[in-house]
Every structure is written in C-alpha cells, then in structure tokens.
Nanobody, 126 residues
Framework: QVQLVESGGGLVQAGGSLRLSCAAS????????MGWFRQAPGKERDFVAA????????YYADSVKGRFTISRDNAKNTVYLQMNSLKPEDTAVYYC???????????????????WGQGTQVTVSS
C-alpha cells in the first residue's frame, strides 16, 4: 500500500508556472504507474497526465499537451507535474494517483487507479 501527499499548489497569474510534487510512502514506489488528475468546481475529475513505472513513457490530455510535463524520481519516491503557460481554465484541485503494476497502455481513467492523494489547489488568475 502507498500513501500519496501532494504539494506545490497555489495562486499564480495567467502565463505563470507551478511545479506540483506528489510524495509517496513505502519502498515500492518504482512499482507504481502514476498519474495526475484535476477537478474544477462543479465538474468531474479529469485526466491530466500519466507516467509509467520507469518514467520512460508519458501521456497527456490534449488540453495540457506542450504546457505540462510529468516526471518522476524513484529514488525520492516523488512524481512531479511541471505546469507552464498556465491559463485560468487550469484552475482546479490537482490529485496524484497510483496503481501498482506495469501496463502496456497508459492509465488515463480515474477508475484505473486505486491510490489517491488528498489534492492541492491550483488557482490561475487572469
């Protein structure tokens, strides 16, 4: 079992950058596929980005492609989401998620993950 704790959220102006971190407990972090999701007020939780166990493969939602970068440091048990060129529509609570295993396809659906963090708020002002 793994526990996930996000950090790095905050208030930023449009066009700015933030880096979110998700720290995982346990010694098997490198066995987990990881992802980031976000939920804006009154909306469903949406997929943002995913990364495989080694960090060699990544996948992004079209809405963030070219602006966000997911990465991981297995030695530090941490997955990151670098967010550049932020827009007001990126405002949401951001969650990291994990699932143990190696998968041919990237995990992009909420119900494919079984471990979740508590979320961190990102607010982008116009």
């Amino acid at each position: 079992q793994v526990q996930l704790v996000e950090s790095g959220g905050g208030l930023v102006q449009a066009g700015g950058s933030l880096r979110l971190s998700c720290a995982a407990s346990g010694r098997t972090f490198s066995s987990y596929a990881m992802g980031w999701f976000r939920q804006a007020p009154g909306k469903e939780r949406d997929f943002v980005a995913a990364i495989n166990r080694s960090g060699g493969s990544t996948y992004y939602a079209d809405s963030v492609k070219g602006r966000f970068t997911i990465s991981r440091d297995n030695a530090k048990n941490t997955v990151y989401l670098q967010m550049n060129s932020l827009k007001p529509e990126d405002t949401a609570v951001y969650y990291c998620a994990g699932r143990i295993g190696n998968y041919y396809n990237m995990l992009v659906k909420e119900n494919e993950y079984n471990y979740w963090g508590q979320g961190t708020q990102v607010t982008v002002s116009s």
